[in-house]
């Protein structure tokens, strides 16, 4: 069946950095545009950046534009969410998403000094 299994996430200071990871099962993954959301305690989820199915285009939330990097490696049937600058509000877990709806467990990323 359709899995995805997110990693990568953890504690890290102000201004560190993340990479996360969206490991794929169960399709096609190459053809599919695929996502990145969050949610912090107490907010709704929201969309932080999505990619197509080859990485040609991508797309960001202005709160983290310039700031975040999607990307993805097809033959290894994996996403990426490359994060810098990281700040106290981007404090959340961070899911990643196919294009019809189906949701990884999620990973915790927690901003703090």
């Known amino acids: 069946q359709v899995q995805l299994v997110e990693s990568g996430g953890g504690l890290v200071q102000p201004g560190g950095s993340l990479r996360l990871s969206c490991a794929a099962s169960g399709f096609t993954f190459s053809r599919y545009s695929m996502s990145w959301y969050r949610q912090a305690p107490g907010k709704e989820r929201e969309l932080v950046a999505t990619?197509?199915?080859?990485?040609?285009?991508?797309n960001y939330a202005n709160s983290v534009k310039g700031r975040f990097t999607i990307s993805r490696d097809n033959a290894k049937n994996t996403m990426y969410l490359q994060m810098d600058s990281l700040k106290p509000e981007d404090t959340a877990v961070y899911y990643c998403?196919?294009?019809?709806?189906?949701w990884g467990q999620g990973t915790q990323v927690t901003v703090s000094s």
């Open positions: 998403k196919t294009t019809w709806g189906v």
């Open positions: 990619i197509t199915s080859a990485g040609g285009s991508t």
